[in-house]
């Protein structure tokens, strides 16, 4: 006989444990993260466990597919579509594959945490019919996810912040304040993936006291012209920007973008440094016969060096306590850890390990916490990094059909 809604959620909350899979795939489109945890508490009581973590690769195929959605200029009603089921059952098997790999069934699991697919986050206010409204939309069906799986799926995560006038985003930030926040040091996360994002901790703080935001690109624009000149997914340890040159002048117009300049709360994605922009530089390095594809890799990772550590430095209030630790891909970027380490060389430097979270593994394990604060009920948006109107309780549940 099946469960009950409300006979599953009862057995879920008076766990004193869970296990919750986080599911994370992010603007770079390279892999489907995957991390297993065990959960216990909820809030700022929360603990947990890291049980597993691995990347699934996304397939040509749908790496294309996905690329395509999300540009405006080859996005297909038809593909999104197709694509919104069909990352469900790649999802599924990832969680599977991470099961199998520390001898777990996914029944043994108690709940899924999805983030799903941007295909296009729109976060200024846009007027249609009369209405001026933010949205986002990550795609992947979580009903069919529930059902593959035969597991509670929680979504959507971030639709309430949103409909509260915030962004929706980042909401990593929330996690990072209750599973890293320090009682002496001043801290500073800075995960960098295809997008880049800062979240500052200031010393035993307060959840309002939190400030988070978007830097711009990460990986996004070196990830782009490896694929277009050298057919690799990504520039690995950050070897083709470390033997170029940056050019001056590219550097100054990328610098030059009005985004660099906003004020958070803020967000960013492929809306503002994809396709689009990505031709202009192009074509201005072209006119300024910049010509060494290295060069031109090596100014796109400077933008991101220099972006980031212009954006943060305003929120160093002490540099004699001051920590910056790093996660996403870009962890493994020398070019970019080499240029942080500069750029705040008064500062401890380092990647989130040291902290006792794996880097590669933040952004899925964030998906799990959130799923399971939803769970206990507990808001897990923060208003000053998303601009929302009061802190809210995000996500929606999907039930095995």
Known sequence: MQRSPLDTLTRLVTRPERLV?????????????????RIRGSGPTTSIELLHFSETLYSEEFQNRIFASSEV???????????????????ASAVQE???????????????????????????????????????????????????????????????????????????????????RSERAHRALLNIGGIANVTVLPRACAPEQVVAFDTGPGNMLSDALMRRFYGREYDENGQVATSGTVNSDLLMWLMQNPYFREKPPKSCGRELFGEDFLHDY??????????????????????????????????????DSFELYVSGGGARNRYFTSGLRHAFAHARVNTTAELGIDPDAKEALAFAVLANEWLLGNPSNLPSATGAKRRALLGALALPA
């Open 73 to 91: 200029s080859s996005s297909n009603v038809n593909d999104i579509c197709v694509l919104h089921t069909a990352l469900a059952h790649v999802y």
């Open 98 to 180: 991470g099961c199998q790999a520390i001898g777990l069934d996914p029944s043994d699991l108690d709940l899924i945490g999805m983030h799903g697919q941007t295909v296009r986050h729109l976060p200024d206010l846009m007027e249609i019919g009369g209405y001026r409204v933010r949205s986002s939309l990550q795609i992947g069906s979580a009903s069919t996810l529930a059902t593959l799986l035969q597991l509670p799926v929680v979504f959507d995560f971030r639709a309430g912040d949103i409909a509260l006038g915030g962004q929706g985003a980042p909401l990593v930030p929330y996690v990072e304040y209750l599973l890293m």
């Open 282 to 319: 192009l074509d201005l390095a072209n006119e300024l016969s910049v010509r060494a594809t290295e060069d031109i890799i090596a100014t796109a990772a400077e933008t991101t060096v220099r972006s980031i550590s212009a954006q943060l430095t305003p929120y160093v209030k002490d540099w």
């Open 21 to 37: 899979c986080g599911i994370m795939s992010g603007t770079s489109v390279d892999a489907i993260d995957i991390a297993i945890a």
